[in-house]
């Protein structure tokens, strides 16, 4: 048997290539394993499948009998196949100290369990299970509607969390990440997590000095070696656990059998891994220098607040910035060492950095969050390098259509408007006369703009990150398709917008020369769309939508064209408000920026009908 366990236990470790380097890797005879391999397919331990040599069931098995006897090495799992979409939360748990769950506590006014959904649904992972248990009415209120599956612990005062865990075996098809709902942390953890070729891992931080540490040591090789919260019963202490994994559906499987027996239901997790660790290879994650904490009391829910949460946002605004640098190196091959300035420069949709390199002055654009599932870069980049070429729109040196990566040409003393500058009369000519030129040209857009897609596009990525919504959003909703219904009965235009007329959008140049940038939205539409943008978005009262209405059509704005600009101002603060809710499911903050469009539509939208 010791030669069956030796080809097995190879073959569970390395790939199979062929019998010769079988044999040079197990230090047999080629005729020997020639043998052996067909006395192990005879009896049930390895099947062919294509050109490929597996294990079966009963191999596995055997290996497993066989390691726990001798203790020589580990097995493995199979390696990470594909990309996790799936995440188990536990928050059973019954906390005194607080009158709420503790995943609804919030810290800088984001419930705990929000800032997960979002570091999780910006990853694409968005098939998320909250195991509840306390209070679970709290948590039925606050994701009703939004797509994420509650499951129900009902003896959630008398067992541990491995109880928990075992309610979703019916519902995890796939490998997951399994989080606790009492934490805040860096992103850096769940990219730790979801990096790597190991199907199985644990992240540990040094510890914390919480009153509920699980220490861990590994063994040589980083793998789970033994956890305990006695810390007298380690040989070493290489980190704490702090409750973020990254599961396989075969761990869990693993897991379920152990707990099949189970005769004390206050087994945690932890201990399950624990026990399979001394067979198969779990690899601990060292993330090292994590801000992060574990809420249990209202001595760490201030430490939260004061102290955890301040550095976290510090910090990953520091990762962005370190990400942009080396990205505007890399791309327009300038050492980070020839940067000489550096820094935010605003942005919404995106983030922009002001950078001066070499002696020159640019604008680097980093996408934000889901924009490649809403903005088509290729269209933006065709678009955009015609408007430059036509002089409406600023130099381009760098677009990468794959990454949404864009460098700019700086305009020294460019001065950007806001709404209270859009209305001055001086600029109100130069706007309205840069959009006839636009309107009227002959620039072949890439493909249309559709508001009807673009919304719909948005209301389908809400529904697939489960994001929250608005109280009036069903209402609004409905008078979107009743509004398009009616500007099909006025009848449209097809012609070159732009489609994102915010008053940032219009610079001056030292020469007070107007540009019009970021042609994200770009395409072929009705031009009272662009109207509506520009006069909803700066804000015009009515005698100055008066007279910009007059310098655009150089006399009366026929009645018709009045009629589209409100249905479009009713439609641009539905698309956007939508448009807030997706990228707030993505973990960005907009304020009440997002709800404010949506009641301002409603109130126009009764105003009007």
């Given amino acids: 048997m010791e030669k069956y366990y030796k080809i097995l236990y190879y073959l569970n470790q390395n790939p199979f290539e062929n019998q010769r380097a079988l044999a040079r890797g197990v230090e047999m005879s080629l005729g020997q394993v020639n043998g052996l391999m067909r006395q192990l397919t005879e009896e049930g331990y390895l099947e062919k499948q294509g050109g490929n040599i597996q294990l079966t069931e009963k191999a596995e098995s055997f290996l497993e009998q066989m390691t726990r006897q001798n203790q020589t090495g580990r097995l493995i799992f199979e390696k990470r196949k594909k990309k996790i979409d799936t995440a188990v939360i536990l928050a059973a748990g019954r906390n005194p100290n607080f009158d709420c769950p503790t995943g609804l506590l919030e810290v800088g006014g984001i419930p705990l369990i929000e800032r997960l959904l979002k570091m999780l649904t910006v990853r694409g992972i968005d098939k998320i299970y909250v195991v509840t248990g306390s209070q679970k009415e709290q948590y039925e209120e606050y994701f009703r509607g939004r797509g994420v599956t509650l499951v129900n612990n009902p003896r959630y005062k008398w067992n541990g969390t491995m109880e ?59 793998n789970l070696f033994r956890i305990s919260k006695d810390i007298h019963q380690l040989n070493r202490i290489d980190g704490e656990m702090i409750g973020l994994s990254r599961i396989s559906l075969s761990l869990y499987r693993k897991m379920l059998e152990y707990f099949a027996d189970n005769q004390n239901p206050m087994l945690n997790y932890e201990y399950v891994i624990e026990d399979i660790g001394r067979i198969y290879q779990i690899r601990g994650i060292m993330v090292d220098d994590m801000a992060w904490t574990v809420i249990e009391d209202q001595e760490l829910y201030r430490k939260a607040r004061e102290r955890v949460y301040p550095k976290i946002l510090k910090r990953e605004r520091l990762r962005k910035e370190n990400h942009a640098r080396e990205t505007f190196s890399r791309c327009m091959g300038i050492p980070e060492e020839s940067i000489e300035d550096f820094g935010i420069s605003g942005g919404m949709t995106n983030t922009n950095f002001y950078v ?96 009807r897609k673009e919304y719909e596009k948005y209301k389908e990525l809400i529904e697939k990150v489960q994001a929250s919504v608005y109280p009036e959003y069903q209402e609004m909703d409905q008078a979107f398709y009743r509004l398009l219904d009616r ?76 009629e589209k600009i409100r249905i479009y101002e009713i439609l641009q603060d539905i698309l956007w408000a939508a448009w807030t809710m997706a990228k707030e499911a993505q973990g960005e903050d907009f304020g009440s920026y997002g709800r404010d469009r949506l009641k301002r539509g409603k109130q126009a939208y009764e105003k009007l009908y």
């Fill in 487 to 562: 500007l099909e009965e006025i009848g449209t235009e097809h012609l070159p917008c732009h489609n994102d007329l915010v008053p940032e959008n219009l610079i001056l140049d030292a020469s007070g020369r107007m540009y019009l940038i970021d042609w994200e939205y770009s395409g072929y539409n009705d031009p009272m769309w662009d109207l509506a943008s520009h006069l909803l978005e700066s804000e015009f009262l009515p005698l100055e939508e008066e007279l910009y209405l007059q310098y655009y059509f150089e006399g009366d704005a026929p009645e018709h064209a009045r």
């Fill in 356 to 451: 001066k390199a070499a002696g020159k002055e640019y604008i680097l654009r980093i996408p934000g969050a889901c924009t490649d599932i809403m903005i088509d870069r290729k269209s933006e980049r065709h678009n955009s390098a015609l408007a430059s070429d036509f002089g409406i729109n600023v130099p381009t040196l760098y677009f990468d259509a794959e990454t949404g990566v864009k460098v700019t040409q700086y305009l020294p003393e460019a001065v950007t408007l806001n709404g209270k500058t859009a209305r001055l009369e001086m600029n109100i000519r130069k706007s309205t006369r840069l959009l006839r030129e636009l309107h009227h040209s002959d620039l072949r857009m890439y493909q249309d703009f559709s508001v």
């Fill in 164 to 222: 928990s865990l075992s309610m979703v075996r019916d519902l995890v098809q796939d490998d997951f990440l399994l989080l606790e709902s009492n934490l805040i942390f860096e992103e850096t953890a769940i990219t730790a997590l979801l990096e790597g070729e190991e199907a199985n891992r644990l992240v540990l931080t040094a510890p914390s000095g919480s009153k509920d540490e699980a220490y861990v040591e590994l063994d040589s090789r980083q």
